[in-house]
């Protein structure tokens, strides 16, 4: 015997109205903390970086792989890897650069009193405008144009 179906009948139309709006606006609330935890997780770690870093070091283990069991690594492997060599240097030098998610990172860590380590080195002095450039100066071994030697920052 087969159960009694529901009779939703005998609610009104704006209680079932009242339900869906409650039941959006606590989406919206979810939705929106979730939002917020991407941004903030992004703000330390870009996602595209997260991804290749998993991917060059899952191609690091199928290498790895290979060689505990004393076989030879296949050139296709090597080969991937030094293309993730190359990409990940070039993912580093966009994110440290100007402007990068690393550098704004080193840029707070730097003014904090408790590192262990020393963030400012690498820093850019921070631009008084936003459209605000220098010109380039072309240093051979730390010596500008004019012969005199560069200190480093």
């Known amino acids: 015997m087969m159960a009694p179906e529901h009779d939703d009948t005998a609610i009104p139309v704006e209680v079932h109205l009242g339900r869906i709006a409650r039941e959006l606006a606590t989406i919206r ?9 991407i ?41 991937e890897l030094e293309r993730c060599d190359d990409r990940f240097r070039h993912m580093l030098e966009d994110l440290h650069a100007a402007g990068g998610v690393f550098e704004k990172v080193k840029r707070d860590m730097a003014g904090r009193k ?32 004019s012969g005199t030697e560069v200190p480093r920052s």
């Open 29 to 37: 609330q979810l939705l929106a903390t979730v939002a917020n935890n």
């Open 39 to 79: 941004t903030a997780a992004e703000s330390e770690i870009p996602e595209q970086m997260r991804r290749f870093m998993n991917y060059f070091h899952d191609v690091h283990d199928i290498k790895f792989v290979y060689e505990e069991h004393g076989q030879q690594v296949p050139s296709w492997v090597n080969a």
């Open 114 to 145: 408790d590192n262990r380590w020393d963030h400012t080195k690498a820093l850019f002095p921070p631009k008084e405008n936003a459209d605000e450039t220098r010109p380039s100066e072309q240093l051979v071994n730390g010596i500008d144009q």
